[in-house]
């Protein structure tokens, strides 16, 4: 069954790009002032944190001025698995969650500022978290199957020189450059349909010879446990512009971009024959002679089906070598700051993420075997709004919303990353002023619309499926600590 190891590498690698950079991970809790007016700080960015959101910000900086932020998250999925298409004996009925996980993202940077120049360097995660999941039941299959079938857990570190030029009182001009490093493992199974259940005349004949216990849904589909480790190296660039119009008006431009991101990675598949009795294993290789016999199976087909319920765990790939080359998507971004009213600051920004440049993942073996996985993404337009109001001059509360669409299809979406539908995020948050240091404290609710998909998409030439059809769920809590230094 050499088929299976395709299999393993295309579908490990597809979740391996669903959580890296589906728009469900594409972090942009980076500082803790611009995450409490919902990201919303092109225009102003006057803080460390412009070295993400806008490089022309940092003008505003002088002297030495230093900053930390971290986030806590905490994102509750749920899944309720659809049966509209072939029979999945092994997956729990009832709605699913995730296993409870929360993530700490910290960031932090540092600027200083000389005349109308200032250089600045910085770390972040734009891209992170992940999730486990247990929605097989796979005690009448094999129970030696791991209790947790889905896990990923992923790590990318942006580390961020910047420098930026101010050009006259109303305009200022930054530049940074991205060096990305990324960690991860991403462990999940793959479904190959059984002949011997999915295909009706095989199946048919199979039960007029007494063999329909061992048809049922349960051994619908052959178990393969994937996973894939690796780290990968990558580059890129933003660029930015702020122009204050006056004291009570400023816009700010920026972009992102990144190279494509090689990944170095590890690749491991183990098949999990399906566990039976003894009696049953007999009847079935005597059933099998005859239809050999009967020329309507064929002696290949006949000790791969014997496989199927060997319950035995064959490896079928055991830490080999596989390379992808990773797109990640261009980002565009403007805003625009009002202050014209007492005590009250309100800022817009809207930003386009072009996630089409996911299409196509070629992925190349250590053979020099190449595959490909088309994932389809759409381009996301994310907008919002964030409002300051000053209360004291040391104090100030934050309000802050944005709104995005998901970039996932349903042809290509799964519970790894179930980012199902569009997002709606507050986030509220206060700040205070202590002289040379600044803290802040904020909270962060992102609503996230369900999304029923009826169908799976089955790929009968990688012999697995590209999505999970059912209905899903998702909330994320975000609390966040900021603290700011001015030397």
Request: proline share 4%; hydrophobic share 40%; net charge negative.
């Amino acid at each position: 069954m050499k088929r299976f190891t395709s299999i393993s590498i295309i579908l490990i690698t597809l979740i391996f790009t669903s959580s890296l950079f589906a728009s469900g991970v594409a972090l942009t809790g980076i500082g803790a002032r611009a995450t409490a007016l919902g990201g919303n700080y092109r225009a102003l960015s006057n803080d460390w944190s412009a070295m993400y959101w806008n490089p022309a910000g940092l003008t505003a900086i002088s002297g030495l001025h230093f900053g930390i932020s971290s986030e806590i998250i905490t994102p509750a999925a749920k899944y309720l698995f659809s049966q509209n298409s072939p029979a999945f004996g092994i997956f729990r009925d009832g709605e699913i969650g995730n296993e409870s996980k929360s993530f700490f993202m910290p960031a932090a940077g540092i600027a200083f500022g000389m005349d109308d120049v200032v250089l600045g360097i910085a770390v972040y995660a734009p891209f992170g978290l992940g999730a486990e999941w247990d929605v097989l039941d796979t005690r009448g299959y094999n129970s030696n199957y791991p209790e947790i079938d889905f896990e990923d857990d992923l790590k990318v570190i942006d580390i961020h020189p910047t420098i930026a030029y101010k050009v006259n009182d109303k305009l200022s001009l930054g530049l940074g450059v991205s060096i990305t490093w990324a960690d991860i493992i991403i462990r999940k199974p793959s479904l190959t349909q059984n002949s011997l259940v999915t295909v009706p005349e095989l199946k048919g004949a199979a039960d007029a010879n007494g063999l329909s216990s061992i048809t049922t849904d349960v051994f619908s589909h052959v178990l393969t446990e994937t996973e894939l480790t690796g780290t990968g190296v990558g580059f890129g660039a933003n660029v930015g512009l702020k122009y204050d119009f006056s004291e009570d008006w400023s816009v700010g431009l920026s972009g992102s971009w990144y190279n494509d991101i090689p990944l170095d990675g590890k690749i491991s598949a183990v098949t999990y024959g399906a566990h039976i009795p003894q009696q049953a294993f007999t009847g079935l290789n005597t059933f099998l002679t005859g239809m050999v016999a009967a020329q309507k199976l064929t002696e290949a087909q006949k000790t791969e089906l014997l496989g199927v319920y060997s319950g035995q765990e064959i490896v079928r790939n055991d830490r080999d070598k596989g390379d992808a080359s990773l797109p990640l998507p261009m980002v565009l971004g403007a805003g625009i700051a009002y202050k014209g009213i007492d005590k009250l600051l309100v800022t817009a920004d809207v930003s386009w993420s072009q996630w089409s440049a996911w299409d196509v993942i070629e992925i190349e073996l250590e053979d020099k075997s190449k595959s490909e996985l088309v994932q389809n993404w759409e381009d996301g337009l994310r907008f919002g709004l964030g409002l300051e109001y000053s209360v004291t001059d040391p104090l100030k509360f934050r309000l802050g919303y944005y709104t995005e669409p998901s970039a996932i299809p349903d042809e290509t979406l799964n519970i790894t990353i179930p980012d199902p539908s569009r997002r709606h995020a507050i986030a509220v948050g206060a700040a205070y002023d202590l002289g040379l240091f600044v803290l802040d404290f904020n909270y962060e609710n992102i609503l996230i619309g369900d999304r029923e998909i009826d169908e799976w998409v089955y790929n009968p030439e990688a012999k697995g499926y590209e999505n999970m059809a059912g209905t899903y769920k998702m909330k994320v809590n975000n609390f966040m600590f900021g603290l700011g230094y001015k030397f």
